[in-house]
T-cell receptor, first 113, second 111 residues
Framework: NAGVMQNPRHLVRRRGQEARLRCSPM?????VYWYRQLPEEGLKFMVY????????ESGMPKERFSAEFPKEGPSILRIQQVVRGDSAAYFC???????????FGSGTRLTVV | AQSVTQLDSQVPVFEEAPVELRCNYS??????LFWYVQYPNQGLQLLLK??????LVKGINGFEAEFNKSQTSFHLRKPSVHISDTAEYFC?????????FGEGTQLTVNP
């Protein structure tokens, strides 16, 4: 049973480009969460999704960021017109339900140059 | 809303010494509490979790934590640490739909 798969592991984008981060949850997990970890900081919640629904996006920046979890395929975190301050590690986690422990992926490390 | 506070940002200890990483939570609803470990350039790995029942929770790698409702704490302990325990440790709590983390504690085990 594969864990949470995130790709790419490393992503370099120039300022103004788009970044697309993908997350495939563990088999049988229908809850997906995205977190951002800035250098030397903790993990900040961004968004919680179930299939085809955004449940809680209170941690998402209001502009340039969006997330989806379609009926088929991985969850996508999309950052438009990236800026240097978006450079961070982005972690995806999945769980069978909100009261279960989350399983985290290895993260995508985004560098904006 | 749930908030989680880790009281120490850095904890240096010597190998084979005991260690306690402190975590306090605040919530007006029932809570689920977790400890995760993050090794350099990796994701988070679940150490242990408290959902209900016994307040002493045993996890992997010899770690344990005690849920103390009166002190709103969930401190992580290990009686004898190894060099390989050097990592960042995150305490987290859920209330409602999401898991909120503390700022993390960097545990450094020195020989």
């Amino acid at each position: 049973n594969a864990g949470v798969m995130q790709n790419p592991r490393h992503l370099v984008r120039r300022r103004g480009q788009e970044a697309r981060l993908r997350c495939s949850p563990m088999k049988g997990h229908s809850h997906v969460y995205w977190y951002r970890q800035l250098p030397e900081e903790g993990l900040k919640f961004m968004v919680y999704l179930q299939k085809e629904n955004i449940i809680d996006e209170s941690g998402m920046p209001k502009e340039r960021f969006s997330a989806e979890f379609p009926k088929e395929g991985p969850s996508i975190l999309r950052i438009q017109q990236v800026v240097r301050g978006d450079s961070a590690a982005y972690f995806c986690a999945s769980s069978p339900g909100p009261s279960d422990g989350y399983t985290f992926g290895s993260g995508t490390r985004l560098t904006v140059v | 809303a749930q908030s989680v506070t880790q009281l120490d940002s850095q904890v240096p200890v010597f190998e084979e010494a005991p260690v306690e990483l402190r975590c306090n939570y605040s919530s007006s609803v029932s809570v689920y509490l977790f400890w995760y470990v993050q090794y350099p350039n990796q994701g988070l790995q679940l150490l242990l979790k408290y959902l209900s029942g016994s307040t002493l929770v045993k996890g992997i790698n010899g770690f344990e934590a005690e849920f103390n409702k009166s002190q709103t704490s969930f401190h992580l302990r290990k009686p004898s640490v190894h060099i390989s325990d050097t990592a960042e440790y995150f305490c987290g709590g859920t209330s409602g739909s999401r898991l909120t983390f503390g700022e993390g504690t960097q545990l450094t085990v020195n020989p």
